[in-house]
């Protein structure tokens, strides 16, 4: 990381092509833990409560080498989007929705047993013919593109500065069309990690500071928090789940003439 002395430091002052995918998703995912099993769990019930019933186009953001969140939108989705910023993390995707690994079964064993999934007799299949990696910044994200969307451990886990968080929850929900169902997860109280030896940065926000910046952007936001048996790491304090849908009166990043400089300051007004 360049600029170690910054109290704030920004998203691009990190070396995000520095992201080892093995190590990560030999650290944070070899095995299920019980505060992903609790996660599964929400994200599958609410999705199968809130999906339309026709399929629609679906986006992880800041996918990384994680497949969980992609996997929790196979049975609503024609089509998935794992947008990701990082060279490493885009060629470790690429690779993986190809057949991935056999560590992520446990994962699908979670979501198999509401039947909505367990109709997918062969998600590694269907994985490979409709999920593609985009190579992207979520501060790029178009507006009102996707149909459902989820965004797990990304804005908060990207900066050391809480604006950039709030704008980066924004860019979220915004690529997200009216109607949405949108599962985010978040680090609790997070003061950076690292993988391998590269730093990473993080905001400390708990759950009022999510719920803050989906206000007004969705019609209904369940945030729950979600306890360790076992701390992953040191240096934070749980996780947060975020799940709701995309409010039809949005009107976040509203008008195509905007400034981004506009709408970035109307955001970042109307989440403090
Ligand atoms: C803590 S990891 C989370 C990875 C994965 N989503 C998970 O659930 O474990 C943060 C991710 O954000 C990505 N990221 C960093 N800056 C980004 C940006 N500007 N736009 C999109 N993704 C970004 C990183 O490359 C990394 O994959």
């Known amino acids: 990381m360049s600029g170690s002395t910054s109290q704030r430091a920004l998203n691009d002052a990190y070396e995000w092509d520095r992201f080892n995918p093995e ?88 979501l198999e047993q509401s039947p909505e999934y367990s109709k997918i007799t062969d998600p590694r299949q269907r994985l490979a013919s409709i999920a593609r990696v985009t190579q992207g910044s979520i501060f790029d994200l178009p507006r009102r593109r996707w149909g459902m969307g989820t965004m797990f451990f990304v ?14 929850v924004a860019k979220f929900a915004g690529a997200l069309l009216p109607g949405a169902p949108f599962a985010a997860a978040f680090m609790k109280e997070s003061h950076g990690y690292r993988v391998d030896d590269t730093a990473f940065p993080a905001v400390a926000i708990n759950s009022s500071h999510v719920a803050q910046c989906f ?22 304090d749980g996780m947060i789940v975020a799940t709701g849908l995309i409010s039809a009166a949005s009107d976040l990043w509203r008008d195509d003439e905007d ?9 970042l007004a109307r989440s403090r």
């Open 23 to 110: 190590s990560y998703q030999q650290h944070n995912y070899r095995d299920l833990r019980s505060d992903d099993r609790e996660i599964l769990e929400i994200i599958r019930d609410h999705f199968t409560a809130t999906a339309p019933d026709a399929p629609v186009t679906g986006i992880d953001v800041g996918a990384g080498p994680n497949l969980y969140p992609t996997l929790s939108m196979l049975p609503f989705c024609d089509d998935i989007e794992l947008y990701e910023y990082s060279n490493s993390n885009v060629e470790w995707l690429r690779e993986q929705i190809k057949a991935y690994d056999h560590s992520w079964d446990k994962f699908w064993g979670v």
């Open 259 to 267: 400034s981004a400089q506009t709408a970035t300051a109307r955001c």
């Open 215 to 236: 206000q007004g952007i969705t019609s209904e936001v369940l945030t729950t928090e979600v306890t360790f048996e076992h701390p992953l790491r040191d240096g934070y």
């Open 155 to 168: 804005a908060e886990s990207l900066t050391q500065d809480m604006d950039e968080f709030r704008l980066a």
